[in-house]
């Protein structure tokens, strides 16, 4: 039996179930969280006691570096960064504690630990994140273009990641989101 485009119908509950699994395969292709030792935090349980609530980061970079300032050569990047906040199903606004937008010269090797020297660090408050604060179909997010001043890339990529504070010198991370520049 063939049916016409016209004669199909999807369910809201198939329509938000394909909605969710295009959603999961594009974040967890390009972004998951773990400890500053590398390792996943534990159970959610652990992980809800927060005082800021968030377990997971997710950014999502522009892939060149912008030229902000009229002046030959990239000075700048595009991110959106939502974060997942308790139980919430899709990301949520971040009402508490801060977020750090790390910028590193060059590719990250993934068995770097300690990180290497960042080029330059942005930190928000929750409180300053609300300005950045955008709805899209996903949740709650912050779309944040962030000028880095005087740093030359000496590479032709730079990496930038998304870090949380939770306490006793550790951090939460996003996968690093690489972006292209000429040098």
């Known amino acids: ?39 996943a935090t534990g159970s959610t349980q652990k992980r809800s006691h927060r005082s800021s609530g968030i ?17 030959p050569g990239p000075d700048g990047v595009a991110v959106k960064l ?10 949520a606004a971040i009402r508490s504690g801060e977020i750090e937008i790390v ?26 994140l609300k300005e950045f604060e955008t709805q899209a179909m996903v949740g709650t997010g912050y779309q944040l273009t962030l000028r880095w001043g005087s740093f030359k ?8 990641i998304a870090r949380h504070p939770i306490g006793e010198g550790r951090y939460l991370y996003s996968t690093p989101g690489v972006i292209a520049c000429a040098p």
């Not at 063939?2 to 295009?22: D, E, K, N, Y």
């Open 103 to 128: 910028l590193f010269d060059g590719l990250l090797d993934g068995n770097s630990n300690p990180l290497p020297k960042p080029a330059h660090i942005w930190t928000f408050t929750a409180k300053e």
């Open 82 to 91: 939502f974060a997942n906040v308790g139980n919430a199903t899709k990301p």
């Open 153 to 160: 890339p000496k590479s032709d990529r730079v990496s930038v």
């Open 1 to 39: 039996m063939v049916l016409h485009r016209s004669q199909l119908r999807i369910s809201p509950g198939a329509r938000t179930l394909g909605f969710s699994l295009m959603l999961a395969a594009s974040l967890g292709s390009g972004c998951s969280t773990g400890s500053s030792g590398g390792s």
């Open 55 to 71: 377990v997971e980061l997710h950014l999502l970079t522009m892939p060149v570096a912008l030229n902000l300032d009229g002046v």
